[in-house]
């Protein structure tokens, strides 16, 4: 992490008496405020992980200019859709203190990874849907969780396909490619969260854009690497493929040599990753 950047931690929840904790990545103090604001959703198959798990690209981000914010969330063996509604309600805390934390509320960005990148595309698709506007917010009140762009990396935008997907994995003797495949604890995580297969379409972020569902439709850009076994690269090109048939902006960008997550690690495959993002978002907001 740069040593400019800073970050502290601030509760921004407490639903059911359970504290949900923001890590606040400020940029170095030269940047002039209010700066832009992105929000962070980690992955970990729905259960797993944190909000320092991030911490590699959201630094990064940070360091050119941004206020990024954090999220944990609650995770299985709390089932759908409670992470959804604790993932906005933290874009409309973010919101709410954006002056406090020198940032600006009217471009505000989402990007998540893997699972994360699942939550990310509901919030930014239905982000006034009753049933993720369950999680209340101390001071937040007549915020709106609505975003200006999204960056789902390695996304799982159809977790019922991926569960199907995984169950033909498990049957397959062929070794993985990918040291973070692991199909068993992807299903056991799948069916912790969600419950059973009717829960996993319900929750399909390319269902919800197919059946024009969808109450936004921000521009958004998506990672995949090549490598990936976690999500396969046809399920992302379906949901780019509905995703502009239903008047979307959609961006999608395979990164060779690579497996799930390598953004995460630091190396010049992630740097080129995160430079990419730099540029995406450049284009969406000033920075």
């Not at 159809?158 to 062929?174: C, I, M, S």
């Amino acid at each position: 992490m740069s040593t400019e950047v800073r970050f502290e931690d601030a509760e921004y929840a407490r639903p059911e008496g359970q504290p949900l904790l923001a890590r606040i990545y400020r940029p170095p103090a030269s940047t002039p405020e209010p700066r832009p604001l992105l929000i962070d959703v980690h992955g970990g198959a729905w259960t797993y992980f944190n909000r320092e798990v991030d911490w590699y690209f959201d630094s990064a981000l940070a360091s050119d200019g941004m206020v990024v914010v954090a999220l944990d969330f609650r995770q299985a063996p709390a089932r759908y859709p409670v992470s959804v509604a604790d993932v906005v309600a933290g874009i409309r805390w973010a919101k709410a203190q954006a002056e406090t934390i020198g940032a600006r509320a009217g471009d505000v960005g989402l990007i998540g990874g893997s699972s994360g990148g699942h939550l990310v595309m509901l919030a930014a698709l239905r982000p006034r849907a009753p049933e993720f506007s369950t999680t209340p917010v101390a001071g937040a009140e007549g915020m709106d969780a609505r975003v200006a762009y999204a960056l789902p990396l390695w996304p799982i935008l159809d977790p019922l396909a991926r569960y199907r997907y995984l169950l033909e994995r498990r049957r397959d003797p062929t070794p993985p490619r990918d040291p973070l495949f692991m199909p068993d604890r992807l299903i056991e995580s799948h069916e912790m969260f969600f419950g059973d297969e009717a829960t996993m379409a319900r929750a399909s972020a390319l269902r919800i854009v197919e059946a024009g569902e969808a109450e936004c439709l921000p521009p958004i850009w998506i990672a995949h690497p090549e490598l990936d076994e976690n999500v396969a690269l046809p399920m992302t090109e379906r949901f780019v493929a509905a995703y502009r048939r239903a008047g979307g902006e959609v961006e999608l960008e395979v990164f060779p040599d690579v497996g799930h997550s390598f953004a995460n690690f630091p190396g010049e495959a992630a740097d080129r990753c995160i430079e990419r993002m730099r540029a995406f978002i450049r284009r969406q907001v000033a920075v």
